[in-house]
């Protein structure tokens, strides 16, 4: 598998480089699975970015630079009460040091 997957790379471009990168990302990938985060918000990242982008620069547009428009609507400050009660329950659950049992 890994010997297709280094022609495949090399063959595409006919780049060192691409070598190079297909072993940094290969042993970030490694890194992330022995640290056990969860891959599926990195897949989506790319996929979801432009076209979050656009809506962000939309809505500054139509509020005149105005950041608060992004916390005045209820569903908003739902969502704000919501997380930050999230990490404050996460936090004090660190300071007693309560741990999930595997």
């Known amino acids: 598998m890994l010997v297709i997957s280094v022609i495949g790379v090399y063959v595409a471009n006919g780049s060192a480089l691409d070598l190079w990168l297909m072993l940094g990302f290969g042993l970030l990938g490694y ?46 400050r739902a969502l704000l009460a919501i997380a930050t009660l999230l990490l404050a329950l996460q936090l004090a659950a660190r300071a007693l040091g309560w741990r999930r049992q595997s």
Do not use: H, K, M, N
């Open 31 to 76: 890194a992330l699975r022995q640290f056990r985060f969860d891959v599926a918000p990195l897949l989506l990242a790319p996929v979801l970015d432009e076209r979050a982008e656009t809506s962000f620069r939309r809505a500054l547009t139509i509020s005149v630079g105005d950041y608060a428009t992004f916390v005045q609507g209820p569903a908003a």
